[in-house]
């Protein structure tokens, strides 16, 4: 469950793939068959073995219900990989808007 209008920070762990060999990347939350926000590799943060976006207030202001969040990646040598669908609950909150 996501909180709308907090900064919540998605984390993707990889146990065979070096991250720092990803050249491009997309996380994107979609909702009733569209994508409503997506972010690309370079607003991500790149660990040793992860790689995590941190939405804004207003990425979790502008999704509603639920919705379903997917990494897409591409490797420099044209490998490419997804993860699964994980669906989240944009949940409502008592302030609904950017603070």
Known sequence: MIIRGTT?????????VD???IAVAYLTVKK?????LEKDL??????????????TQADTLSVTGAAE???NW??????RGASLPTRAIFAPNH?????
């Open 42 to 55: 370079s607003g991500a943060s790149v660990g040793e073995n992860t790689i995590a976006w941190t939405f």
């Open 8 to 16: 919540p920070t998605i984390i993707y762990t990889f146990k065979t």
């Open 95 to 99: 302030k609904n808007e950017v603070i």
């Open 74 to 79: 591409r490797l420099q040598d044209g490998t």
């Open 32 to 36: 009733g068959g569209a994508i409503v």
């Open 19 to 21: 991250p720092a060999e």
């Open 69 to 71: 969040i997917m990494l």
